[in-house]
Structures are given as C-alpha cells and as structure tokens.
C-alpha cells in the first residue's frame, strides 16, 4: 500500500482564540505535504470575509496550495466573480464550487435574483475564465435535497462536464458506501478524481449532528461503539476515533483510492495520529515560510 496523496479541510476563525487554533493546525499539517488545503464559506455566505482572510494567509505563509469554497448564497453573479477575481489577484488558482446551504432561517436553498441558480452555472462562469482548477462536492449518500442516489450521480456529471476537474465526498463510515457510489459514477461517464472525505470523529456527539444535517447514515456498529467509549471516557474515545478512521482509510486504499480529504474542523493531532498510522510523515523543511 503505497502513501496516500492527502489534503486537508479547515474552517475561517470567528474569534481570536479560533484564529490561534487555525494557524497551529496549518503549521503543524503543512509538513505532511497535502495536495492542498480548502477552506470552508458559512452558511448563507456568512464568513465571506474570514474565508478570503484565511485563504490568502494560508497561501502567504504555509507554502501549501490552497482551494476556496465558493457558493452561490445571497450573492449577484457579479459580486461572486468578483469574489473570484480577488482570489486570482492573490495568487489562488484553486476553486471550490458548491451551491451553498440556504440562510439561517430559511428552509431550502432559493437563488439570488441576480445570482447563479445553481452550482453548475456557477461552475462554467469561472470555468469560461481559464485560470482557476475547480473542484466539487460529492455525495455517496443522497443529498438532503436529493431525490436519490441516481440523481446526484447526474447532478455531478454535469458539473464535471461544466469544467470541474475533481469531486470531494461529504464523509461516511463504510468504504462499502464510497465503492458503490464510485462504481456508479464510472458506470455514469465519470472519470474525474472522486476523493473521498473523512472525518475523524473528535466527539461522537458532534459528529451524528453532523451526520443528521448532511444525509450520512450512521451504521447501527459504529452507534453501539462509539456510545461505549463515551461512557468510558475521552481516552477510550479517541483511541476508538482513530482505530476506526485508520481501518476506513486503509479499506479505501486497498479498494484502490489514492487521494484522501481530512476534514480536520481545526484540530489537527487526530489527523496526524491517523496520517501517521498511513505512513504520511512530515517532509522536513516543510512549513511556515514567513
């Protein structure tokens, strides 16, 4: 099993503390040579700001490629490619396109008058700009807002022919899950990179929240384990956390996937413990460089 190509996800700081823990996380995952690194746009395009920030920050400072999320909430065309714009204007060449969860207190996603109607427009908009390499989400389990399986498949085709290069998944807890979604994606015409994310699970309870809002199943074994090593103690809990996330790893290695995505919601020492346990060391003289 060869070392996996690996990239990283991380959130825009809301409060300094929170900006403290980002930048410890990029400086202690920047040795680990990802790919790249994305950062993450709130809901209803609410850290716009702290998302530019933190990209362009990273993109100084770390010496790592980074990838923008990018959506199409409350926003006209013109304001989002301009968004786009400013991003190539720092050097960012690498887009993260989605259509982006509705505003709080709103129901379902509805477009801006003015603004893309959905992903794939937003997708062939910096597409038709030439410079930017643009990746997508992807769903192994339907979407909450899907009508299946089958049809997320054709929603990602189109985006891929739209001129996205690379798919992210949301996260799961069975390999299984991801080999019959990437099984159906190539039965569909899809040859871009399918990479599938995951979540090292930091508190059980967080991560079936999570689970709940983004359509993951969650597998009547990993409930009964995880509820015991809860009552057990944070001990119990995070040695289970990363046994688990390593297992799901290696399955989707030697089922023969080459990239993985860590969702690492800024808090790097489970990722490194289960990178570590892949065989993804630091390469020195890798990290901050300014």
Not at 234 to 248: I, N
């Amino acid at each position: 099993m060869s070392r996996p190509q690996i990239s990283f996800e991380f959130f825009p700081p809301k409060t300094l503390d929170a900006s403290f823990r980002l930048w410890e996380t990029a400086r202690a995952l920047a040795p680990l040579a990802p790919d790249f690194v994305s950062v993450t746009y709130g809901a209803g395009g609410t850290t716009r700001k702290l998302t530019h920030e933190a990209v362009t920050t990273i993109h100084r400072h770390y010496g790592i490629p980074v990838a923008a999320h990018l959506t199409c909430v409350e926003a006209t065309r013109a304001e989002t490619m301009e968004i786009v714009q400013s991003y190539a204007d720092a050097g960012i060449r690498e887009i993260v396109a989605l259509r982006g969860d509705a505003p709080k207190g709103q129901d379902r996603f509805t477009p801006h008058p003015e603004g893309f109607a959905n992903t794939v427009e937003l997708i062939e908009a910096i597409a038709a700009r030439g410079d930017m390499t643009i990746r997508v989400g992807a769903y192994p389990e339907p979407h909450p807002d899907s009508s299946g399986t089958d049809a997320d498949v054709a929603w990602l085709k189109r985006k891929i022919d739209a001129g996205a290069t690379s798919a992210i998944t949301q996260f799961f807890f069975d390999a299984d899950t991801f080999f019959r979604f990437r099984d159906k994606c190539a039965a569909a015409g899809i040859d871009a990179p399918i990479i599938p994310g995951i979540l090292p699970i930091q508190g059980w309870a967080g991560a079936k929240r999570f689970a709940a809002t983004c359509g993951t199943s969650v597998p009547a074994w990993a409930e009964e384990a995880f509820s015991k090593a809860a009552a057990e103690g944070p001990v119990a809990e995070r040695a289970l956390s990363e046994r688990t996330c390593v297992t799901l790893c290696r399955d989707l290695l030697e089922g023969g996937v080459e990239r993985l995505h860590f969702y690492t919601l800024n808090r790097p020492d489970l990722t490194l413990a289960v990178c570590g346990a892949l065989g993804v060391e630091p390469v020195r003289g890798l990290g901050a460089v300014a």
